[in-house]
């Protein structure tokens, strides 16, 4: 074994990096007989230096990141920092001064991914980022390299802890999305911003860099349509358990049938109770990968937190560190496919729309015109008067489900459905996926 420790440099030591370096100190023995080589952290990045940090010696602290990345004797920066800037500019430094990367930075990686990839290509480095989508659970490189001789054509599954956990609270205990959310917020799940997590943003960065590893194209936060969990109320919840289904925030990326482009989306959705992701409680994640050859795979476990997120992190850094010591990198970005990204108006699905609308005769029957005229064919319906608005003329609550149909065709309906006097509102509009 070398004697001569690999330096590494922990940019950002919040909730993911004080567990990294908590493990890299504990694990320091079997770390360095699994590299083959001790590692040394060499400096720790942070803003507030005179915050108290368990087990790192002080002198290691610097609020400098530019110049640690810079010293040029680095040769792993784990970046746990978030966000675009400084991150961006830190990551590329540390490819021009010798170093590799391994982060977690799924913002970054979804907006600027490609050329992040080109900039560690063109120095020789390495770019790993397993933590980045679905906390602890090995996603990044079983597409990478696992599956790299399959043909991928679709990846569903539940990628944001956060609001998992919130609506399964909501579903499970009954407690109120805020109450939820502060709950996430203290366990560590959440970004640093919540917004990313409750308005889809954070599994819509993970949708982008899940679809480009797949499909072997690029595919942009930009370009994957998303709608958060804000708008999910408790009677979208009580109506999905009325027909044996849970809300669930999907993230799915699909390759045409054709082969010739692909969709990303992230969106809640109803599921059956009796499929495997109704089960995914609290803040895990679960993500089924479908190939041609392979079938359906199933990746499952905690998907936030800072000690499941370090351990993705510390495995990307004993592979960096491997490839270091034996003078090589890992696969870089495989993007040959340039698949155009289709717009969620050719996305096929079910639905699952809640109106209310006059209680008198016709009205059904006028609805269910709306729907016949836009192509969109109806499966279920179920209406229940609303006993206690006979002051307004009597109103209905009116529940349908559809059959499969272009998501195109549905926004038409909705939109026909709103210009009826007898329909007084679209309470609510929800995909139905995986029957
Ligand atoms: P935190 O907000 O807990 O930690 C961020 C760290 O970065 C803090 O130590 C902060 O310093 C430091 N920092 C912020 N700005 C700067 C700067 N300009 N220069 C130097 N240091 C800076 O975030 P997390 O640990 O939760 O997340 C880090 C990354 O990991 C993000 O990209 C996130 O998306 C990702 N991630 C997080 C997961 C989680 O469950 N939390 C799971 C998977 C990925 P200070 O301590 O002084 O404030
Ligand atoms: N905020 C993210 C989540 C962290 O809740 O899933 C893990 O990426």
Same mark, same amino acid.
């Given at each position: 074994?070398?004697? !001569? @420790? $690999?330096?590494?440099? *922990?940019? /950002?030591?919040? &909730? ?8 890299? +100190? #504990? ?113 990044? !490189? @079983? $597409?990478?390299?696992? *599956?790299? /001789?399959?043909? &991928? ?8 802890? +956060? #609001? ?88 799915i990326?699909e390759?045409a049938a ?5 969709t990303?989306r ?76 289709s717009?969620m108006g050719e996305v096929v699905t079910r639905y ?23 192509g969109v ?25 559809t059959h499969r149909a272009p998501d195109a065709a549905l ?20 995909r139905?996926e995986?029957?």
């Amino acid at each position: 074994m070398r004697t !001569r @420790p $690999l330096k590494v440099a *922990l940019l /950002g030591c919040g &909730v993911v990096g004080s567990e990294v370096a908590r493990i890299m +100190t #504990t694990h320091a023995d079997d770390l360095a007989a699994r590299i083959g080589a001790p590692v040394e952290l060499a400096g720790v990045a942070v803003r507030r230096p005179s915050k108290v940090r368990e087990g790192i010696d002080p002198a290691l602290i610097t609020t400098d990141a530019t110049a640690l990345v810079k010293r040029g004797d680095i040769d792993v920066v784990i970046e746990v920092i978030g966000g675009i800037e400084p991150a961006r500019t830190l990551i590329t430094t540390a490819f021009e001064h010798g170093a590799s990367v391994v982060s977690a930075n799924k913002a970054l990686l979804a907006e600027d991914g490609a050329a992040l990839h080109a900039a560690a290509e063109s120095q020789g480095r390495d770019l790993y980022y397993e933590a980045a989508v679905a906390g602890a659970i090995p996603l990044v !490189r @079983p $597409l990478r390299e696992s *599956l790299a /001789g399959d043909k &991928v054509n679709r990846v569903l599954g539940i990628v944001n802890g +956060t #609001t998992n956990f919130i609506l399964d609270r909501m579903d499970t205990s009954g407690a109120g999305y805020s109450e939820a959310l502060d709950e996430a917020t203290a366990l560590g799940y959440a970004e640093a911003d919540p917004t990313a997590d409750v308005e889809g943003f954070d599994a819509a960065a993970k949708a982008a860099i899940l679809a480009g590893i797949a499909f072997h194209t690029r595919v942009r936060i930009g370009e994957v349509h998303r709608e958060g969990i804000t708008e999910v109320t408790a009677a979208d919840i009580a109506s999905a358990r009325r027909m044996g289904c849970t809300v669930k925030l999907l993230a799915i990326c699909e390759r045409a049938a054709d082969g010739n482009s692909v969709t990303a989306r992230v969106h809640p959705a109803m599921i059956p109770l009796s499929h495997p992701l109704a089960s995914v409680r609290e803040a895990y994640n679960a993500v089924f990968i479908e190939a041609d050859a392979a079938g359906q795979l199933m990746f499952y476990g905690p998907g936030a937190g800072g000690p499941p997120t370090a351990s993705a992190v510390l495995g990307d850094l004993v592979a960096v560190c491997r490839n270091k010591l034996s003078e090589t990198t890992g696969p870089g970005e495989s993007a040959y496919t340039r698949l155009p990204v289709s717009p969620m108006g050719e996305v096929v699905t079910r639905y699952h729309i809640s109106l209310d609308v006059a209680d008198k005769p016709g009205v059904l029957a006028q609805v269910a015109t709306v729907f016949a005229e836009q192509g969109v064919s109806i499966d279920t319906v179920r209406q229940q008067s609303r006993p206690d608005s006979q002051e307004t003329g009597g109103e209905a609550s009116l529940v349908v489900v559809t059959h499969r149909a272009p998501d195109a065709a549905l926004s038409a309906t909705v939109e026909a459905l709103r210009k009826l006097d007898t329909v007084r509102g679209v309470a609510s509009i929800m995909r139905v996926e995986g029957e």
